[in-house]
């Protein structure tokens, strides 16, 4: 039974992931420092370590107190991509510098795979549908730290043979998603604002198109990739194909909660309008079936948000380091 380590373990897709690897037969260690996550989301079966990935000290004692890890699967981020302008250091400090700290004990204590969560913002604007072949082209902080850790997997593959595989998700939806972040994952944003009877916060004319991704089509995959041989120092976008219009999404979420559609237009901030991949690679490499559609996702994850009900939208817990641009929205509560 492999021991592996499993990072953003109490977030929404890292507590899917040690799900799916203990269903592999894994052992796992779970580790987070619930600022965005929550302790409840870990599976007992799992090993619970508590504690912050930007300490050096913490880091090396996940290997000296509970290794060695046969994979490490590094979900821990904070994924607020819009908000990574105004938060830029502590941005690079969770996002890159924290990564790099895992790498270093992964080289150090062999490491058979690290799996790195990465996202569709490292390519920017204007290369839909996004393919891996595509030169990445950030646009924002967030979309920088996460190729700035594909690239250093890449060096550190090439000095010291640690080998690698990275998913490249995008707007990941689904049950145990964190509905009171206001600055990040619109489709709990909108459901918190449903259950609250207030209106759903659109930025602009709601003509942003995004694909929508459900968690349970994401998470097993990233779990099984150190199994399967093809995937290794591979780079794989994964989630849905189809792309629907913010407001779109609108009229789905208010669908499936019997409400009427009621949006609030706010000033629009800049982002990328237009954001979806291509699946080609990942389908043929890990035999994916087809993904959930995107009524049928809301409609579970309306029942989970239903069932554990509304919450009060949370402040970031740092300071905003500029302000300069800010969204209005995002100035207090």
Request: with cysteine; charged share 25%.
């Amino acid at each position: 039974m492999p021991r592996v380590l499993v990072t953003g373990a109490a977030g929404f897709i890292g507590s899917h992931v040690v799900d799916a690897c203990l269903a592999e037969g894994m052992d796992v260690v779970a580790t987070d420092d619930l600022s965005g996550g929550f302790r409840e989301n870990v599976d007992p079966a799992a090993t619970w370590v508590e504690g912050d990935l930007r300490e050096a000290r913490f880091v090396e004692s996940l290997w000296r107190n509970h290794g060695p890890f046969e994979h490490v699967y590094h979900l821990g981020a904070y994924a607020a991509e819009g908000l990574s302008h105004f938060i830029r250091a502590y941005n690079y400090r969770t996002n890159l510098e924290a990564s790099a700290l895992l790498v270093n004990q992964s080289v150090l204590h062999d490491v058979k795979r690290f799996v790195f969560t990465s996202s569709i913002a490292v390519y920017g604007a204007g290369q839909v549908p996004m393919t891996e072949g595509q030169a990445p082209r950030p646009e924002d902080p967030y979309g920088i730290s996460k190729y700035a850790v594909e690239l250093d997997l890449a060096a550190a593959h090439e000095m010291f043979g640690l080998e690698y595989t990275i998913f490249r998700p995008h707007n990941v939806y689904g049950e145990r998603q964190n509905i009171a972040d206001r600055y990040r994952n619109v489709i709990g944003i909108f459901m918190n604002a449903v259950l609250r009877g207030e209106p759903m916060p659109v930025f602009g004319d709601g003509r942003q198109t995004r694909a929508f991704s459900y968690v349970a089509d994401v998470a097993p995959v990233v779990a099984r990739s150190p199994l399967v041989e093809a995937s290794r120092n591979g780079t794989f976008n994964i989630g849905a194909d189809v792309p629907y219009s913010i407001i779109e999404l609108a009229t789905t979420i208010a669908a499936a909660f019997d409400a009427p559609v009621d949006v609030a237009h706010l000033p629009e901030r800049k982002e990328v309008v237009h954001a979806f991949s291509d699946h080609t690679k990942v389908r043929r490499v890990f035999e994916t079936p087809e993904p959930l559609s995107l009524d049928d996702g809301i409609r579970r994850m309306a029942d989970w948000v239903r069932a554990h009900g509304p919450r009060d939208p949370v402040e970031f817990g740092e300071s905003i380091e500029i302000d300069r641009n800010l969204p209005p929205i995002w100035r207090g509560a």
